[in-house]
Nanobody
Framework: QVQLVESGGGLVQPGGSLRLSCVAA????????MRWYRQAPGQQRDLVAA???????TYADSVKGRFTISRDNAKNTVSLQMNDLKPEDTADYYC??????????????WGQGTRVTVAS
């Protein structure tokens, strides 16, 4: 099993910044694509950003130019730098990581979520 621990959420004013981090731990051999999703109350969980093993990045149109996803393979982490935050960015943010476990299983694993609130 792979455990993903997220941190960095909080309350910020519009125009402010936050940096989310997600650290992978447990019995895995390799980590593959890393992603951030978000889910606002009463809405579906949507992909915010993704980064491949080759550091190719993808962003939702709503966050392009404001958010940056990055990974540190040596530290088994994925981060999301969020700048110029808007009220519509308010949501619970979840990291999602593809991995091969030490038992030979491939799968996607989810973090526990961290809350981001953008309000004045």
């Amino acid at each position: 099993q792979v455990q993903l621990v997220e941190s960095g959420g909080g309350l910020v004013q519009p125009g402010g910044s936050l940096r989310l981090s997600c650290v992978a731990a447990g019995g895995f051999l390799s980590l593959y694509a890393m992603r951030w999703y978000r889910q606002a109350p009463g809405q579906q969980r949507d992909l915010v950003a993704a980064v491949t093993t080759g550091n190719i990045t993808t962003y939702a149109d709503s966050v392009k130019g404001r958010f940056t996803i990055s990974r540190d393979n040596a530290k088994n982490t994925v981060s999301l730098q969020m700048n110029d935050l808007k009220p519509e960015d308010t949501a619970d943010y979840y990291c999602n990581v593809g991995a091969q476990t030490t038992s030979g299983m491939f799968g996607n694993f989810w973090g526990q979520g961290t809350r981001v609130t953008v309000a004045s």
